[in-house]
């Protein structure tokens, strides 16, 4: 396991993404300021405070950097650790030491793996604690209280892990006494209950049983008037979304063309087949990834499922079943089958995904911040939507006013008079205002250009004298 940590840490610690996605970049915000409030997020408790912790030990060894490059090393050691954890996992379940070893590496490259393996973000955290939790399920002598452990981890990383509760209960309870999962269930149950008490009681500090609602609810209640709002399609266009999300995560082949979208799919769909030969057998432990599967799928069918990071989970079920699927092969063919795929898939998601993402060019909201800081004054606001709302503070240094809450043209206006009574200067963009209808909105208020250079511009804004 030691060495599979390390190569795939060493993998990962090799390209550094500048992707940075916005939840990523917000928690690094966060970490900055120690704002515990916000760093106990209501769907991912842990990973806030992991987070603040792993940042106060580098600064403690020297470090004077931005948080964000600590983020990103702490999601690299989780995605390593994963991805170790999975390959001890393939050894207690009888595969071989070299198909363990491969079964690991095809997982570290795998698309949603490896690209959020790179990035700051919540997911690798529910992951490795996910993965402990089905190592422990699935041994001979499962310990159910250190099973519930592990599973409360994983939900304290991301709650969407709840739903692997119908596998572990499975396979607890397969031939087994169902007293076994009191337990388990009183394991799981205190060690994620203490942890979201202790962080409402210290940090949150609800005032109502509104503001708990709103808490709990997170990313359900992301609406300005943080109501509760299901993220949710037709469900005749949800299952192909999905679907396609589901060979997704192995390859990102979207935005391919010709020949490289057609081996993009290939890729995608060799795993997905052997994984389905070993779901037909019903064995102990292909039902149980079916279950587990299943689990996440109720959920990610109903919750955009179209977002691929939510998928993680997936990817240690179907390659647990894929290496199950090959094992009818004789040994030196799916040796080599396993180190072809990993071999194509590396060199795949490596220049279409990881590279271009570590390309400062390919991200115009970075270099719109960075634009930024350039062409404006130190004490200057900026109007910002998107990444950019959280780009501009902490790339840019500026103060952002957020335009997701003045979409009402009297509202923005009242905004910039006000700021403007106070002796604040505002500024713009020019690609912020290629959204819709707001250039139209700021030259009725007032519109300057002050600075332009290719592809860019900036613009002050205030009403004329």
């Avoid at 390959?87 to 491969?102: D, H, I």
């Avoid at 699927?325 to 220049?351: C, D, E, K, Y």
């Avoid at 979409?407 to 910039?416: I, M, N, Q, S």
Wanted: charged content about 15%; some cysteine; glycine content about 8%.
């Amino acid at each position: 396991m030691a060495a599979i940590f390390s190569a795939a840490l060493l993998l990962d610690l090799s390209v550094r993404s500048l992707f940075y996605n916005f939840d990523g970049v917000a928690c690094a915000i966060a970490v900055e300021l120690s704002d515990f409030k916000h760093l106990v997020h209501g769907n991912h408790l842990a990973y806030g405070m992991v987070a603040w912790c792993f940042d106060r030990l580098w600064r403690i060894f020297g470090y004077k950097g931005q948080a964000l490059l600590a983020l990103q090393t702490l999601d690299a050691i989780l995605g390593a650790a994963g991805a170790a954890v999975f390959a001890s996992l393939l050894r207690r379940m009888g595969r071989g030491e070299r198909e363990a070893v491969l079964g690991a590496a095809a997982l570290a490259v795998s698309h949603a793996w490896w690209f959020w393996s790179l990035e700051a973000q919540v997911y690798m955290l529910g992951a490795l604690f996910a993965a402990l939790a089905a190592r422990e399920a699935l041994s001979d002598k499962p310990r159910p209280a250190l099973t519930g452990l592990w599973h409360a981890g994983a939900i304290l990383g991301h709650v969407c892990h709840l739903m692997a509760l119908p596998a572990i209960v499975y396979s607890l309870t397969r031939k087994r006494s169902r007293g076994d999962l009191l337990p388990y269930m009183t394991s799981l149950f205190v060690a994620v209950a203490v942890p979201y008490a202790c962080a409402g009681l210290f940090f949150v500090h609800p005032s109502s049983l509104v503001e708990l609602k709103i808490w709990l609810m997170g990313s359900a209640a992301l609406g300005n008037d943080r109501a509760f709002s299901w993220h949710s399609i037709a469900f005749s266009s949800a299952v192909p979304e999905w679907t396609a999300t589901t060979l997704r995560i192995f390859i990102e082949f979207v935005g391919r063309k010709g020949l490289f979208l057609s081996v993009g799919v290939i890729l995608a769909l060799l795993p997905l087949v052997a994984a389905a030969r070993a779901a037909v057998d019903r064995t102990r432990e292909s039902t149980f990834w079916i279950l587990w599967l299943a689990g996440y799928a109720l959920l990610f069918l109903s919750w955009e499922p179209g977002t691929i990071v939510y998928r993680i989970p997936d990817l240690i079920a179907l390659w647990a079943l894929a290496t199950l699927g090959l094992q009818t092969m004789p040994q030196r063919l799916r040796l080599g089958a396993m180190i072809a795929w990993t071999s194509a898939a590396f060199a795949f998601n490596l220049v279409f995904v990881v590279r271009p993402a570590s390309t400062f060019a390919n991200n115009p909201d970075l270099v719109e911040a960075i634009w930024t800081k350039t062409s404006s004054p130190e004490n200057a606001w900026i109007l910002a939507n998107g990444r950019g709302a959280v780009y501009t503070s902490y790339f840019a240094g500026r103060r952002p006013v957020n335009l997701r809450y003045y979409t009402d043209e009297a509202a923005l206006h009242a905004r910039l008079d006000a700021l403007t009574k106070s002796g604040e200067v505002v500024y713009v963009s020019g690609r912020t205002l290629e959204e819709e209808g707001l250039r139209a909105k700021l030259e009725r208020y007032g519109l300057q250009p002050v600075a332009s250079a290719p592809a860019l511009s900036m613009f002050r804004v205030g009403r004329a004298k």
